[in-house]
């Protein structure tokens, strides 16, 4: 009896063990980008590695430094739209992708934490409108019922105490004089 391994392993694609999707063709990933800039239809970097036979890993840092340099709208995470790549000429993307392919991985990180802050940013904006919203809604209940609501209330105050400024002087008045202690001499 034979104990020879069968040929279904998982490594049985061609190139799946070498290095060859590593390389990103420049032409063909440019005529994608340019494909998806017409249609303006969300891709995500395994459509475009399906598509020109590239790594994954290499797309998505291709796509995130062309996110980064503004090429490419990022719509959520892992997920792009070409728009305003219609108008880029070859030479330029190609210097744009060259400028994408050295960034390093700190400003990687500071990029994605940048774009999670603005993403937190819109959340807490739109949890701001909604209390808003919800704010006049009720002022607007209590005064179709002829109800006062009262006084705006002042904003909160800060727990350490701040000491006020010194009073200045304009220039057209006298800056007030400090009471004397002296008796008048009789």
Same mark, same amino acid.
């Given at each position: 009896?034979?104990?020879?391994?069968?040929?279904?392993?998982?490594?049985?694609?061609?190139?799946?063990?070498?290095? @060859?999707? /590593?390389?990103?063709? $420049? *032409?063909?990933?440019?005529? !994608?980008?340019?494909?998806?800039? #017409?249609?303006?239809? =969300?891709?995500?970097?395994?459509?475009?590695?399906?598509?020109?036979?590239?790594?994954?890993?290499?797309?998505?840092?291709?796509?995130?430094?062309?996110?980064?340099?503004?090429?490419?709208?990022?719509?959520?995470?892992?997920?792009?739209?070409?728009?305003?790549?219609?108008?880029?000429?070859?030479?330029?993307?190609?210097?744009?992708?060259?400028?994408? @392919?050295? /960034?390093?991985?700190? $400003? *990687?990180?500071?990029?994605? !934490?940048?774009?999670?802050?603005? #993403?937190?940013?819109? =959340?807490?904006?739109?949890?701001?409108?909604?209390?808003?919203?919800?704010?006049?809604?009720?002022?607007?209940?209590?005064?179709?019922?002829?109800?006062?609501?009262?006084?705006?209330?002042?904003?909160?105050?800060?727990?350490?105490?701040?000491?006020?400024?010194?009073?200045?002087?304009?220039?057209?008045?006298?800056?007030?004089?400090?009471?004397?202690?002296?008796?008048?001499?009789?």
């Amino acid at each position: 009896m034979s104990l020879k391994r069968s040929h279904t392993s998982t490594r049985s694609t061609p190139g799946a063990g070498s290095d @060859s999707g /590593t390389k990103l063709g $420049r *032409q063909e990933f440019f005529d !994608e980008l340019k494909k998806h800039a #017409q249609t303006a239809q =969300v891709f995500t970097p395994v459509d475009i590695s399906m598509a020109i036979g590239a790594s994954e890993a290499a797309v998505s840092r291709a796509l995130l430094g062309l996110a980064a340099e503004g090429y490419l709208e990022k719509v959520e995470v892992g997920k792009y739209r070409s728009t305003p790549f219609q108008e880029v000429p070859q030479a330029e993307f190609l210097k744009a992708l060259a400028r994408a @392919s050295k /960034t390093d991985s700190t $400003r *990687q990180r500071d990029l994605s !934490e940048i774009a999670r802050l603005k #993403q937190n940013n819109d =959340v807490m904006r739109a949890k701001l409108l909604g209390a808003l919203a919800e704010r006049d809604h009720y002022l607007a209940a209590l005064k179709q019922h002829g109800i006062d609501p009262g006084p705006v209330p002042a904003p909160a105050r800060a727990e350490s105490p701040v000491a006020a400024p010194a009073p200045t002087a304009d220039a057209g008045e006298t800056p007030p004089v400090p009471p004397t202690t002296e008796q008048p001499s009789g």
